[in-house]
């Protein structure tokens, strides 16, 4: 398993703002679909951001217009800036990041994930 990079997460009163990195310092093929996934306490892991190698991007419905995801290709990072952060995005958020549909280098990856705690 190759080891992602996280950090960023942490504690925050609502309404504020967090930035989560997740490098990838060990993959060698460039990933297709860089992301964050959440999972709140008792539910299923959802996606909450992607974007691909070309830049095209995914959001959660519910977190339109306040997550903004992008990629440093160089670098093999991925970042998400979370702004007017709510309550119910709290959870655990795990970076993925995965090479699909090739003859070979596919590779699905997932980081141990990091808490984000918004209180009311």
């Known amino acids: 398993q190759v080891q992602l990079v996280e950090s960023g997460g942490g504690l925050v009163q609502a309404g504020g703002s967090l930035r989560l990195s997740c490098a990838a310092p060990?993959?060698?093929?460039?990933?297709?679909?860089m992301g964050w996934y959440r999972q709140a306490p008792g539910k299923q892991r959802d996606l909450a951001a992607a974007?691909?190698?070309?830049?095209?991007?995914d959001y959660a419905d519910d977190v339109k217009g306040r997550f903004s995801i992008s990629r440093d290709n160089a670098k093999k990072t991925v970042y998400l800036q979370m702004n007017s952060l709510k309550p119910e995005d709290t959870g655990v958020y795990y970076c993925?990041?995965?090479?699909?549909?090739?003859?070979?280098?596919?590779?699905?990856?997932w980081g141990q994930g990091t808490q984000v705690t918004v209180s009311s």
């Open positions: 060990y993959v060698t093929l460039t990933p297709n679909t």
């Open positions: 974007i691909t190698s070309g830049g095209i991007t």
């Open positions: 993925n990041v995965n090479r699909k549909g090739y003859s070979f280098g596919n590779y699905n990856y």
